[in-house]
């Protein structure tokens, strides 16, 4: 027996598959339309402001709750896209990527026994993050094959327990949104509780047909109980410089600092410099739904020449296909089969089941290179 041994706080977690599908991809050379991440350039004159700021000085630790000019900028935006009046002091805390502020504001609010309520198919890190805390998930499933949220079973789900309940639109993996009467639903449920909602929108901007991405912040009385999380990496196409911010009533940020400033305290300051100055060019996120639409409709165009079959997909940096009809093959295999044999890597959407699952349904990513698109489909039309 070793003198040192572990018990794992999360014994029913892996690796997660968006690194085990990656380290496939460049095992066996495959294009990788599994992690979402775009291999296009993000803007050369962001990543200019960046060098600027490292040579102006900007290196060293800026305020715990993030560059008090980003967080001014950041509450105007949200005054323009959402008619929000939010507190840059008191209520926007810029954290290391959306993920991390996520992970936050569920340390912030849970305690043991908890529950939360979780729509599956799930983004892979919100389940060990409420298990992490030891509060409990309660699993909802999204219905098939608009992955919208049945309100119903919601309500039957609520119990005195219920501490939050967890969001995220436009949605990883399916693409699919909150609409009005998802909202009008919403207001029902929580009104007069004590539940919180943890909102994540990383791909606020990723909205497609020009539908209205619904936040939290457009609602005061659901955002008087709201962590919404959102990330950089998502709308200036840099996944790797893990910046993100989250937006709580300032009761709740208060909370929420107090885990954050000894876990992170502060974050990268040159990004913060450079983004101050970026965001001021509004048509650089105003006009990303309608640039990432094309990607979606190239590929779809693309894909129709395979035998997968797309779901709709309303946002977001990914697209549902359908193989049901053209192989017995479950997810996980085929995604694996896929990357070795065909030299392209997906993600099955079991991975964002907690149990066991096989729709025959795989999440490709395409926010890519047109060129990447053409060869990746060229390789799956010899499936
Ligand atoms: N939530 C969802 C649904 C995501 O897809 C991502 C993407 N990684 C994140 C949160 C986290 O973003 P970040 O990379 O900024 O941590
Ligand atoms: N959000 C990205 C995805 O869903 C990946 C982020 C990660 O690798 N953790 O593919």
């Given at each position: ?7 794992s706080k999360l014994p029913n977690v892996g690796t997660t598959i968006f690194t085990v599908m990656s380290a496939l ?99 892979d890190s919100?389940i060990p993050?409420?298990i992490i ?199 996980k295999?085929?995604a694996i ?10 993600i099955p959407?079991s991975s964002f089941y907690n149990k066991e ?27």
């Open positions: 027996m070793p003198v040192i041994t572990i018990q991809a460049a095992e066996y050379n495959a294009i990788n339309l599994g992690q979402g991440f775009p291999d296009f350039m993000m803007n050369s004159q962001l990543v200019e402001l960046v060098n600027k700021a490292m040579r102006a000085g900007n290196n060293q630790y800026v305020h715990m709750n993030g560059l008090p000019s980003l967080t001014e900028r950041l509450a105007e935006k949200m005054q323009l896209l959402y008619a929000a009046a939010i507190n840059a002091t008191d209520e926007i805390t810029i954290t290391p990527g959306g993920t991390y502020a996520i992970y936050t504001a569920l340390t912030t609010v849970l305690k043991p026994g908890d529950e939360v309520i979780v729509f599956e198919p799930a983004y919100y993050n409420i805390n030891g509060a409990i998930p309660v699993l909802i499933p999204l219905t098939y094959p608009t992955y919208s949220i049945d309100w119903e079973l919601v309500k039957t789900n609520i119990s005195s327990k219920t501490k939050m309940i967890m969001l995220n639109t436009p949605h990883n993996p399916t693409g699919s949104i909150l609409s009005s009467f998802d909202i009008e639903q919403l207001r029902s449920i929580v009104k007069d509780t004590g539940i919180f909602i943890l909102s994540d929108e990383v791909y606020e901007h990723l909205i497609f047909d020009n539908r209205q991405h619904e936040s939290m912040l457009r609602y005061p009385d659901l955002m008087e109980r709201s962590f919404v999380c959102f990330s950089f990496g998502k709308t200036y196409h840099c996944t790797g410089w893990k910046l993100g911010y989250c937006v709580a009533p300032a009761a709740l940020t208060k909370e929420f600092r107090k885990v954050h400033q000894f876990n992170c305290f502060s974050c990268h300051s040159p990004v913060q410099f450079a983004l101050e100055k970026f965001i001021n060019q509004k048509e650089q996120y105003l006009q990303l739904g309608a640039a990432i639409q094309q990607k979606r409709d190239y590929f779809q165009q693309l894909m129709q020449q395979t035998k997968f079959k797309g779901l709709p997909s309303y946002g977001s940096y990914f697209q549902l296909y359908s193989y049901a009809d053209a192989s017995e093959e479950n997810e295999e085929l089969r896929l990357t070795k044999e065909y030299g392209v890597a997906t959407l699952k096989d729709d025959k349904v795989l999440r490709f990513c395409f926010v890519k290179k047109e060129s990447t698109l053409e060869e990746a489909v060229n390789r799956l039309m010899k499936f």
